[in-house]
């Protein structure tokens, strides 16, 4: 298997969500913030911190009046898993000191960041921490029941997806099946266990998922989920291998990188450098097999950056990718079809006829995808983004006069729509986007 260089998996650590979270934690209780006996800050801050960071439960709704409301009735830092999860963790990293009953940045704080080795030693802690603490059964029990917590679920599930094939996405129910090493509970009740240690883990950045609930009781209650290892997963499982001394070898070439893991890593490259390190993978493959495995791996919610390099990995070779395109302008998964869409319209072959019909059919979820690639976890560069010129025409394409089927199918229309609900300069806008989105959520 191969790595992605530390200085890439050291930038995508301070994207992932814990880390990420704990660093700006960290930074805004500059110059002093006052905090309890226990360590966490009174609730007036934590309720501004919340506020800034958008650290607000999942299943909040994102009406202003619902958060004001909701903010407004807490009584405790404690009841905020959202903020108190990565303020623990910005404690335990050194990120933040206490001193005299107020906290600071750790001194030095800025300079340890731009060290990739440092970064990864700080993510890394907190892999091996969210792996100890994780646990599948949310019923408070102490000690927890056995065969509930990361401990017991994770070790073999994690081996599971490292020894896989680049880009695999097995479903909860193989992985309770295949990869648990203890004797499992049964099946329902290892999917639910499963579920719910994966979605503490996935805020590392280790794993994602691509979950689709269900209202359905019984065997079937926790939906469908596929879990896919990310890059920064293969570093945290191959270095946890190493520890126990299990042989894990490299090859150090992306040139022999699955696309998954070739995609991730030129995302976080600068664009101009992208080309350069694109030209050996394509060559190694062949523009339709190029195709054909960064189609398979660009399909799922939450990896839009992925599938937005994608379409400037096959720019360089549209031309010769023709029918191949056009015929994913039909495919059944919608973000392969807008990734082909935006590769054609980019292209110069079609004619201003071919192009006005395929923004007909797949403007909205082109629009989509231009937005889910520009989000970040703070999204703190979003409205200059979307006031820009040049910027998507949400209002246009996706708002007026909405298609819910068809937004429903794209696996980031809700991401994106939340998105917009909070940072779209434009007031009407956003309140558009915030309807829009509830909609679809009342329709799934």
Known sequence: MSLLPHDALARMALDSPLLCDALSLARWSAPGTPVTRHGVPGIDDARTAITRFALWPPDLPSLVTERATWLGGLHSVAEVAHFVVPWSAALRLGLVEIDNERARPAPGLEHRVRDPEQVLGWWFQEFEHTIEHARGDL??????????????????????????????RPDLDTLAREALLAPPPPPSRATDLLLHVLWQLSDTGAVTLDHRPTRASGPD??????????????????????????????????????????????SVLPVEERLAEAGPWLDRRGPAEALRQISEVVSGPGVALRRWVGTQVLNTTS????????????????????????????????????IDRVLGEHGSWVVIDVIAAALTPDNADLPEFLSARGAPDVERTVLADPDPVRLRAHPDTLPVLDALARHHPDADTAARACDLARRLRDQI
């Open 139 to 168: 019923a408070p029990t102490d000690p927890p029941v056995p065969g509930t917590t990361g401990p017991d679920l994770l070790p073999g599930v994690l081996r599971h997806l490292y020894e896989a094939p680049d880009g695999s």
């Open 221 to 266: 209650r926790h939906g469908h989920c596929t879990v896919e290892l990310t890059a920064l997963g293969r570093y945290g499982v191959r270095r946890l291998l190493l520890e126990v001394g299990i042989h894990a070898p490299l090859v150090d070439t992306l040139a022999g990188a699955g696309a998954a893991r070739f995609l991730d890593a030129l």
């Open 319 to 354: 031309s010769e990718l023709e029918p191949e395109l056009r015929s994913l302008l039909h495919s059944p998964r919608p973000a392969v079809a807008s990734m082909a869409a935006v590769v054609l319209l980019s292209s110069g072959m079609l004619t201003q006829r071919g």
